[in-house]
């Protein structure tokens, strides 16, 4: 039994010392040099054209290849947009984008949107641009890839002739519409919201049916929306400047179609420098909108305070003495 017991001991003292030589043994203090990790070498930097367009950008490409640009706008924003009384879609940037799409071999396709969810029309690809009296806010140069601004506009109340509205500073307990997730509405939730009820609605057209029913004490809209739609209904409303700041209209897209975006800019501005952009503007507003957006911003004045009412000259594809159609 000792034997045995001793011939087990032997043999486990041996595969011990086996095993400690294997791993160097119990008194070795180095242990074997291993390769060291290769430091993480940060992302190559994103190659950009000299355009400053991304390199695998091919946005404008396949709106060639489709042969149709689609342009998101809200069809309820007279005179930039509208549906006329034959269920056309017409209106200034309808004559800006048609002629561009003209001179780039392609077709322009009206898409109507609601103005709330413009962002995800243009995030899901059902539209290449947001074109719609856009206002330039530092949210949608974050979020989007912007044209240059083309024209100016300011906020501005619309009121009865004979309201008891005479001045901003009457506005105080009144029921004021806007439309939802406008630049008017943002307006009146931060400059005004402790003074006036707010009635957020989903278009112009609603705004101004409950303005002429009475259900409105006024609208805040935009001045050539205002104008426009006053000068089409007798003049019988007062337009009054809701805030001293002025804003920009620009087209927007999404943020990465960069080389797209350049396409549509480099030929307005050969609209602008052919007097064609002119052209269009003097049919809608009797005035230059681009020139008086650049005077206006040389002089540090609000652009659009009468745009639309004593120069304005309304053509044919207006909406008649009444109210804005809908298609």
């Known amino acids: 039994m000792k034997c045995k017991m001793k011939s087990i001991l032997s043999v486990l003292a041996l595969f011990c010392c086996v095993s400690m030589t294997a791993c160097g043994g119990a008194n070795t203090s180095t242990a074997p040099a291993t390769s060291p990790t290769p430091a993480t070498q940060p992302p190559a930097p994103e190659e950009n054209t000299p355009d400053g367009e991304p390199a695998d950008d091919n946005s404008w490409e396949k709106v060639q290849k489709k042969g149709e640009f689609i342009m998101g706008l809200d069809s309820d924003f007279p005179p930039l947009g509208f549906t006329d009384d034959s269920g056309k879609i017409v209106g200034f940037e309808v004559d800006l ?138 003049g019988n409303y007062t337009v009054l400047n809701a805030t001293e700041d002025s804003e920009k209209y620009a087209i927007g897209f999404r943020k990465a179609d960069v080389s797209l975006r350049n396409k549509i800019q480099e030929t307005m501005d050969s609209m602008i420098a052919d007097g064609t952009f002119t052209g269009i503007s003097m049919k809608w507003f009797g005035t230059d909108v681009y020139a008086r957006m650049n005077e206006t911003a040389d002089k540090s004045g609000i652009e659009g305070e009468s745009l639309g009412s004593e120069e304005a000259d309304p053509s044919e594809d207006n909406t008649g003495d009444d109210e804005i159609t809908e298609e």
């Not at 008891?164 to 997730?181: F, L, P, R, Y």
């Open 97 to 234: 984008a048609d002629e561009i799409c003209k001179r780039l071999n392609i077709s322009l396709v009206t898409h109507e949107i609601v103005w709330e969810e413009k962002e995800d029309d243009l995030s899901l690809g059902t539209i290449d641009c947001i074109w719609s009296g856009m206002s330039v806010t530092p949210e949608r140069e974050r979020t989007m890839c912007l044209s240059e601004p083309y024209m100016g506009n300011n906020i501005v109340f619309i009121v009865p002739a004979d309201s008891e509205i005479h001045s901003v500073a009457d506005v105080g307990g009144k029921t004021i519409g806007a439309q939802d997730g406008s630049t008017s509405e943002e307006l009146l939730e931060k400059e005004y919201n402790s003074k006036v009820y707010i009635t957020p609605l989903a278009d112009n057209n609603e705004l101004f049916r409950q303005l002429k029913l009475g259900l409105l004490d006024g609208v805040c809209v935009d001045s050539v929306v205002a104008n426009y739609w006053n000068s089409n209904n007798g």
